[in-house]
């Protein structure tokens, strides 16, 4: 029988939230047999579909879609320098996209290609936020009463809103954060939470990597005794070798990942037991296959999956996430967005919630379409995101 070949590529951008998403179609010999991917990048849409346009596409077409290891290995080096962010997302939207068809083709769910279920659902993370205590009470308490048992809690989500700064005269415009002031309001709003929430429910919280490390080490102690599930992006990732001092000084379980694209950032983390909770971004390192052996290798470590589920992965990347969430002994927790009737209209076959728990569908492949026309309605926008704009209170610029 003919193999077959992928016939053609294209990149559907779509923003039914407002939220630039690119997502991958793989057209095969079979008309009526294709896949789709996650290839989102929100920050730099243009820039992935450019490299799925001009490079990934007339590489690839006239190959054999079953090949995803030597497809994956040969585009990953085919432009020499590589594990960037941009050619990782062009990569991944082919490489779920192919996966997909692979199930579909073999008439099962991607969770049975892993080696089946462990799970019937995936434990999901809702994000509660707010601008003072009872704000961020009130948001926790209403995903509380949906069913949700796991609960990130941000005070002016990231490095905090609303702080006195006292900036330089002629300082520039930018997203101004006070290091200090986030650091006490938050150690405050646990204080809050814990006495009106409670010792049972499960609260994350997440730095952003927006401390100096020293201070982040700090924070690290003085949270302690709120028990958080997790601590996240406790350092930047030019900083990691931090954590061996964050180890030292605390037992909060520690996740990290979601700006990772090359496995020398999560290497070292995994294998000196440094972080609990992988917490991957799937697409920034290209796609289901290097997250397949990304989990064993957490595995043997005794790290677990935490993937990255924002508003910026498209309803695809999160479908990707419940087949290896549901699959893998080392599944630790699911971050969850949720669906906007628009999306769910746009992304026939959303993975489904039900009390705190996510289930993928038993379609065969990832169990998802995009409806091109429907995603056609919400263009993508090339607009600077202001909140990356972020500054010290003596306007130095610093990450984000
Ligand atoms: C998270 C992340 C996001 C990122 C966003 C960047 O934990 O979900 O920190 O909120 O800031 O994905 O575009
Ligand atoms: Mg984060």
Redesign the pocket.
Known sequence: MEKLKIRNIKTIMTAPEGINLVVVKVETTEPEIYGVGCATF??RHLSVHSAIEQYLKPFLIGKDVQSINDIWHSSLVSGYWRNGPIMNNALSGVDMALWDIKGKLAGMPLYELFGGKVREGAAVYR?ADGLDFKQVEESARSYIEQGYRYI?CQLGT?GGKDQLIVAPEGAPAGAYYDPKAYMKSVLGLFEHLRSELGPDVELLH?I?ERLAPIDAVNFAKQLEPYQLFFL??ALPPEQLEWFRLIRQHSTIPLAMG?LFNNPNEWMPLVTNRLIDYI?I?ISQIGGITPARKLTSLCEAFGVRTAW??????SPVGHAAHVHLDVSSINFGIQ?W?GFSPALQEVFPGCPEIRNGYVYPNDKPGLGIDVDEKLAAQYPCHNVL?E?TLARLPDGTPTF?
């Open positions: 929100t920050q994000h990130r990231y997440d952003h996240e992006d979601e917490r971004h990255h589920g924002p508003g910026d992965t971050e967005n995101p909140w984000p």
